[in-house]
Structures are given as C-alpha cells and as structure tokens.
C-alpha cells in the first residue's frame, strides 16, 4: 500500500514538473484546442460522414474553410486550378508558419464506428487513412496560434492549407507548383498513425502513369488474325513488368492495375489500359525504373503489333525530413505525455486487432524516444514530400487507431468515426500548437530549422512531376 502511494506522488511529481515546463503560451494553445474540441469533433464526424473523394470533397472542404472564417482567418478558395483547395491567413509579417489538413477520402471502404466489419454506406468510400481527423486537427491547431497572435502574445503570420486529393492525384503538387509556399518559413504537418511520435524518417517517392494500347477487333473465332489485341499487349507489358521486378533495388515497389482488358470474350479488343505505379525511396532511384518501364510499353505494342499511349498522371518527391524540427516536436509531445484511454476504447482497440488477426495489444500511445533517421525507409507515399523541398518542414504522427492496424481499411475507418480518433485529434492539434508557439516565440528555431532543410536540399532544383496544364478535375 505503503509503495502504491509512494508511487502515485512519484507520477503527480513528474506531471507536475512537466507542468510548470509549459509556458503560459502553450498553456494557452492547449486551452484553445480544449474550447474548440466540441466543434472540432462535430467537423471531423461530418467529414468522416461525407466520405468524399479525391477532388469531390466540395462539402467537407466548406465544412472546414467556413469554420476558419467563422474563426477570423481570411480564407482564399479554389486555389491552383482546384475547388476544393484553399488557404486560411491571419497575422502579418514574419516568421509565417503553416499547417496542413487534408480531408478527402478512399472508395470502396465504408465502415460504421463498430469493431466488427460492417459498411455504414454499400460501396461507399470511408475514411481509411483517417483524413477527417487530419484536416479538422490541422484547423484546430492554427485557430490556437491564431487566437495568440490576435491577443498580440505571438508576432507572425499563421496560414492554414486545405489540400485535397492526397491519396489519388496529389493535389499538393499543384498548389507548390503555383508557388503557395514561397513565403512561408517553417510547415508543420502531423498524420494519423498507430503511434504517437516527432516523425524523422522519409517516405517512397512515386510516379503514376497510365499505359493506353489500340489495336484492332474482330470476331475472337471466325476471324482472329484480322484483329490486333490490345490485351495481348497488356498482358505482355505486365509479364514484362513482373519478370522486371527480380532485377530492381529492394527499395523499389511497381503496382499496376488493369483498368480496361477487353469487354467480352468473343471479340478480340481493340482497347486496354492499366494505371502504373512505380515507387522508391529517392526520386533519383524512381526515375531510371520509370524510364525503363515506359521502354518496355513500347516492346510490348511491337510484339502485339498494336499502337500505344504513355500518359503521365502525377508524381511526387520522398519527404526531406527535418531532424531539427522534429527535436522541438519531440519536446512537446513529451511535455503532454501520452494519450489515455477508456476501457471501453482498450476493448474497441483490442477488439479490431481480433478481427484483423493482429496480436491484442491494445492502444500504443507512448511518448517512444526520437528515432534515427534511415536512409532506406518503408512505408508509403505523400504530396507532404513536394511541399518539404519547398519549405522546412516538421512531421508528426499520432495514434488514432490500434497498434498494427491494416491501414487502408474499415479498420482506420472505424476508429476515426469514434473517441479513439478524436482524441488522436485533438492530441495533435495541442502538439502542433505547442511547436508553433516555439517557432513563433524563437527566431533562432526557425532559422536552426531552414538551415537543416536548406542543407539537406542542396543543389536540388525542385520540378514537379505533374502534366502541363490545370488539375486533372473531373477525370476517372
């Protein structure tokens, strides 16, 4: 008994100490982000709700520039050609800090808030990288850094950027390319995540393209050596693609997926198509691997004696981490220490892990040390990456679903539609907002934080991986 209390003043000491560690600032930041909670929440439920997807996220993009208004930001709408992308600006002068919020969707995977699979909408999209908590948490963030500018306690300009079409056309791109960036100084962004840590490591750069063949039909029986098969072609492309990947670095990832093969079986097709991905951890890598398969479409129009088209789609750049950054996000997320949970929200998580097969370990929110940065990371793909060789920028993911959650899935969509993700959310939105009041408060921060990302780019000359002209609105 005697060691139970012993140990409770031991950790009302610490909570304490790290308490008094929070100056009045942050205290400040913290308490926006807990009077907006309610509303932040209401927002990211109605994004989850909506379930819009790339470049149709009319609603759920309103949904967030109004409430920047409604907070006293100035908001520009439909920016870079998108309009579903826009800018939220208060404050004026330097430094000029920005936060990210995405908001759209992925098709195919609606889920009710439940731990069991179960579609709140057949065949609808859902929320399975958790977006609507990233764009609202993002929101809450800057409304925290806006209120203290306005209360004249920070000097700045605070902007908020509504990117839409991360997870299919990487609207981002677009918004870089027409120079959004340009004057801002430091970027922050945080993610969702099945762990709560200052993220340091990069992420796969990727080029998407599609692969169209035009050949001739005619009768598959009477007379098939009057057609010309584009399916031919297609499968042949993909034998070559896949007899390709023994002879690539193990860093590098191709997918396709065939988005046209022929529509009945009796009548050699005159048409196919498949959308190409190919992936590695620096752009450098990616792009000898993107010439050599785009040589091989080619091969493959030859050997079906078929005509075919190369259009590219988007690419985008691995993330330039940002270690000095990530230091002062660290300490702050040591200074809130980790997210608590229900049972109810332990048995939610644990739950899920059943049902997707995983070990139930529960929830993992522990404040894990600043990890080294790899040189040869895993994982996937982000537009953040086109905007971090633009600008400084510091990452953070927090935990918003369970510990070796398939990502992608109803799994993600069910915690983001309940406690488990809001307060994920909010969480990020107080630690986002602790570090631009460091940022805001310390000159040499920022210029500590520019000099790593001006060193770090070196002589690299940005080009966007993207078609000419406007935004691919509209399109399939």
Known sequence: MKKAILLGAFVLSVLSVSAQKINANKKAAIASVEKHKAALIQLSDSIWSLAEEAFQEDISSKLLADYAEKNGFSVERGV??????????????????????????????????????????????GHGCGHNLFGAGSLGAAIAAKELIEQGKLKGTIKFFGTPSEEKYFGKIWMVRDGLWNDVDVNLSWHPSASTKADVQ??????????????????????????????????????????YREHVKPTVRIHYHIQDGGQVVNVVPDYSKLWVRVRDTKRSGMMPVYEQVQKMAEGAAIMANVEYKISLISGIYEVLV????????????????PITYTAEETAFGKKIQEVTKKEQLGMDSAI????????????????????????????????????????????????GGM??????????????????????????????????????????????????????????
């Open 202 to 243: 990069s992420s796969l750069a990727l080029v998407d393209f599609k692969v169209e063949f035009y050949g001739q039909a005619a009768h598959a029986s009477a007379d098939p050596w009057n057609g010309r098969s584009a399916s031919d072609a297609l499968e042949l492309y993909t034998t070559g693609i896949n007899y």
């Open 80 to 125: 870079a050609g998108m309009p579903t992308a826009f800018v939220a600006s208060y404050g004026s002068g330097k430094p000029v800090i920005s936060v990210l919020g995405e908001f759209d969707a992925l098709p195919g995977i609606s889920q009710k808030a439940q731990p069991t699979k179960e579609p709140l909408n057949e065949g609808a999209g």
């Open 368 to 415: 894990h040390p600043l990890e080294a940065t790899k040189e040869h990371p895993g994982g996937g793909s982000t537009d953040v990456g086109d905007v971090s060789w633009n600008v400084a920028n510091i990452n953070l993911g927090v935990t918003t679903a369970p510990k070796d959650t398939p990502w992608h899935s109803w799994a993600v969509v069910a915690c």
């Open 322 to 337: 940002n270690r000095s950054g990530g230091e002062i996000m660290q300490k702050n997320l040591e200074l809130l220490g």
């Open 419 to 476: 406690s488990i993700g809001h307060k994920g959310m909010a969480y990020a939105a107080k630690a986002m907002g602790m570090t631009m009041v460091d940022l805001f408060e310390n000159p040499k921060l920022v210029a500590k934080v520019k000099a790593e990302y001006l060193e770090r780019k070196g002589n690299e000359v940005y080009e966007a991986i993207v078609p000419e002209g406007p935004p691919p609105i509209g399109k399939n």
